[in-house]
Nanobody, 121 residues
C-alpha cells in the first residue's frame, strides 16, 4: 500500500522559515509529479508548489520568491522550503504525488495526512 507522510510543520514567527518533507513509501513502481497544497480554515485547498520528476517547478503567485520545492527521486521524497513566512501562510499543508504502484499500469493521485503550519504575527 502506498503512503505519503509529511513532517516539519509547526509554529513560527512571521519572517521565519520552515522546511516540510514528504516521503512516499510502499509498493511504488514510479512517481511522476510531486508537490504541496494547503488549506486554510474556511478556504479551499490551493496549490502551493509542484515539481516534476525531471525537476521542473511551478509555484503559486503568493509564494514565488519565498518558497522553493525540490525532490530526491532516490528517496521518493519532496521538500518545501518556506522562507519569509507570513501569517497568511498559516494552513494545513498537504503533500501530493502521482504514483504508479507495483503491478499497476496506471498512475493514481495520493495525498498525505497534512501538517499544520502556523505563522504568528
Amino acid at each position: 500500500q502506498v503512503r505519503l507522510v509529511e513532517s516539519g510543520g509547526g509554529l513560527v514567527q512571521a519572517g521565519g522559515s520552515l522546511r516540510l518533507s514528504c516521503v512516499a513509501s510502499g509498493s511504488i513502481f514510479s512517481i511522476n509529479g510531486m508537490g504541496w497544497y494547503r488549506q486554510a480554515p474556511g478556504k479551499q485547498r490551493e496549490l502551493v508548489a509542484t515539481v516534476t520528476s525531471g525537476g521542473s517547478t511551478k509555484f503559486a503567485d503568493s509564494v514565488k520568491g519565498r518558497f522553493t520545492v525540490s525532490r530526491d527521486n532516490a528517496k521518493n521524497t519532496v521538500y518545501l522550503q518556506m522562507n519569509s513566512l507570513k501569517p497568511e501562510d498559516t494552513a494545513v499543508y498537504y503533500c501530493n504525488a502521482q504514483i504508479r504502484p507495483m503491478h499497476s499500469e496506471s498512475f493514481y493521485n495520493y495525498w498525505g495526512q497534512g501538517t499544520q503550519v502556523t505563522v504568528s504575527s
